[in-house]
């Protein structure tokens, strides 16, 4: 019996869920006789993909998801996998969507498996569709077990991966000039932040944190900003913010979206592994990573960490300490004092404690040399984020097994 998956999930672009769409069907692809891929983002654009990509991106949600049901009958899977947030997924239960995908994976003799992210507090509504499928797999072990805390199924876990043609250590000075640095920014201490200029990133602790350290004498210090765009409602002004806090363009920070290195936003993910190799410290200040490919990608190329100490950065961080790369890695404390972001499903998040991680990054930065070589990741760490590893676990789970965390 010929083995047909439908997968669906973003389209393989250098977003977050892309990239997983990449890495896992570019493996996948020797197992399954058949691949289609409802990309929930993608509009048309021709591609160079060895699999079908269907435009599931020219409709609003409710839409894409009826016509993805739609689509079943007509390409008769074998398997269907699913990697989506689950709040987006449990607004798909006002379509029925789990019952009718149950329904049909029932007929028609389809396994199911849903593979997401947890970045938050799981409300009971988002559990639903995992009840309907056939595996529940989580992005690492402690958001498997917030599943199960929160009344969902057994729930598995299995992280990403790194491509280490890409991510990998490389002389800091080499890489600056490579990805044209202003002279006078070569032999500085540079920190960066890798991200999506979208609210629960909490972009402006970033920018706050390095003024109150630029405020403590750090002279030498920079801050490189690449901030995807995320949408129009939820931009942060980051000029305008900087301009508050006393930071000026060029001298002290600067950001691609000023399109200074002519290359604007998405960057290829070349460019991303030059920005992580030139940098000296790569930190986020997000309010919930569900897993954290900045910090993953930057531990692969040698570069330090900061990162708050929950979700997937604080996951990330646990398998740095595992690979004996503890001295590499800064936790940053977080507050006690929840936020509710408005249009973020009414979840109570908690940002890093400002004053106490402050202390902590100077710690931190008196370890680090500006422009210093690069760490060696290590074997160990190589072994945790392969994706060829990753991949036959999934693989592994498709055909009926549980798989070891």
Not at 263 to 288: N, R, Y
Request: net charge negative.
């Amino acid at each position: 019996m010929n083995k047909r998956l439908l997968y669906f999930g973003d389209a393989p672009i250098t977003s977050g869920f892309g990239k997983v769409t990449s890495n896992l069907l570019s493996r996948f692809r020797y197992e399954f006789d058949d691949i289609d891929v409802w990309g929930i983002n993608y509009s048309g654009w021709p591609h160079d993909k060895p699999y079908r990509i269907y435009p599931g991106g020219t409709d609003d949600f409710f839409v894409r998801i009826n016509k993805f049901i739609a689509l079943i009958p007509e390409i008769k899977p074998t398997h269907v996998l699913i990697n989506q947030d689950l709040f987006n997924l449990s607004a798909a239960c006002n379509l029925e969507f789990p019952e009718k995908l149950l329904k049909l994976a029932t007929l028609m003799e389809f396994k199911t498996t849903v593979y997401f992210p947890v970045d938050s507090y799981v409300p009971s509504s988002w559990l639903k569709i995992l009840h309907c499928v056939d595996n529940s797999v989580a992005y690492h072990p402690a958001a498997a077990e917030t599943i199960v805390d929160c009344g969902g199924p057994y729930c598995n876990a299995i992280g990403h991966g790194v491509d280490r043609s890409i991510f990998h250590p490389r002389n800091r000075l080499e890489a600056r000039k490579h990805f044209g640095c202003p002279e006078d920014w070569l032999d500085k201490l540079i920190v960066t932040n890798v991200n999506i200029n979208q609210r629960r990133k909490a972009i402006p602790d970033t920018l706050q944190l390095f003024a109150k350290l630029k405020q403590r004498g750090y002279d030498r210090l920079r801050l490189f900003l690449h901030m995807k765009p995320f949408n129009r409602d939820e931009v942060t002004n980051i000029e305008m913010i900087a301009d508050q806090l006393g930071l000026k363009p060029f001298e002290d920070y600067l950001h691609t979206g000023r399109s200074w290195i002519g290359e604007v936003p998405p960057l290829k993910e070349e460019s991303i592994a030059c920005i992580f190799q030139m940098s000296d410290l790569v930190l986020t200040t997000s309010l919930g990573e569900g897993w954290g490919f900045a910090q993953s990608e930057a531990l692969m190329c040698g570069t330090p960490i900061a990162a708050p100490d929950h979700f997937g950065s604080k996951h990330i961080m646990d398998v740095a300490d595992r690979c004996g790369l503890s001295k590499f890695v800064t936790r940053l404390p977080i507050s006690t004092h929840g936020v509710a972001l408005w249009n973020d499903n009414s979840i109570v998040r908690y940002p890093i404690d400002m004053e106490e991680s402050v202390e902590t990054i100077e710690t931190a930065l008196e370890g680090i040399r500006p422009c210093g070589q690069p760490f060696d990741p290590t074997q160990a760490l190589c072994d945790e984020f392969d994706w060829d590893t990753i991949s036959n676990k999934f693989l592994a789970l498709m055909v009926g097994e549980r798989v070891a965390d």
